[in-house]
C-alpha cells in the first residue's frame, strides 16, 4: 500500500484516494477513475466543477467575479444565477475582497463544495 502511494506521489498527473482496503487512482487529465466508487466520482465531479468555474476567469485576473460566476451557474443549469453567484460568494470569500481566488485552494475549495451541494448535472455539460 506504501509503495502505490509513493507511486501516485511521484506521479504530478495521477492522486491517489483511499477507501478502506482499496485505492483508486485517478487521472487528473482525463477524468477517468478505476475502480469507480461514491468517492473517486465525487472527487471528478469536484474537479469538472473547478474545472467550469475557472473558464470563466474570462479577464484571466486569476479570480471570479460575482458576475463571472453568474455566468458560470447558469451554464451550470440555475434558474436563480445571480442569487447562486451572491450566496457562492458569502460562501467561498475568505478573505473578504467579494471575489473568489482561482489561486487560494480554501476558497475554491469552498466554492466547489457550495456548487456540489447543489447537485448540477455536468456529465452532459460543455466539458
Known amino acids: ?6 507511486i501516485a506521489a511521484s506521479s504530478p498527473k495521477l492522486s491517489s484516494v ?13 477524468f477517468r ?3 469507480v466508487d461514491k468517492g473517486c466520482q465525487r472527487i471528478a465531479y469536484d474537479i469538472k466543477l473547478k474545472q467550469i ?3 470563466y476567469d474570462v479577464n484571466k485576473d ?3 467575479s460575482k458576475e463571472e460566476l453568474k455566468n458560470a451557474f447558469s451554464e451550470l443549469g440555475s434558474h436563480v ?3 447562486r453567484a451572491f450566496l457562492a460568494l458569502h ?4 478573505n473578504g475582497d467579494r471575489f473568489i481566488d482561482i489561486d487560494q485552494e480554501e476558497e475554491m475549495r469552498a466554492l466547489v463544495q457550495y456548487a456540489a451541494q447543489l447537485g448540477y448535472d455536468i456529465e452532459g455539460g460543455k466539458l
Open 62 to 64: 486569476g479570480r471570479l
Open 18 to 30: 483511499s477507501s478502506g482496503p482499496h485505492i483508486y487512482f485517478m487521472d487528473k487529465s482525463r
Open 1 to 6: 500500500m506504501n509503495e502505490a502511494r509513493s
Open 81 to 83: 444565477p445571480m442569487f
Open 91 to 94: 460562501h467561498a470569500d475568505k
Open 53 to 55: 468555474f475557472s473558464r
Open 33 to 35: 477513475c478505476k475502480n
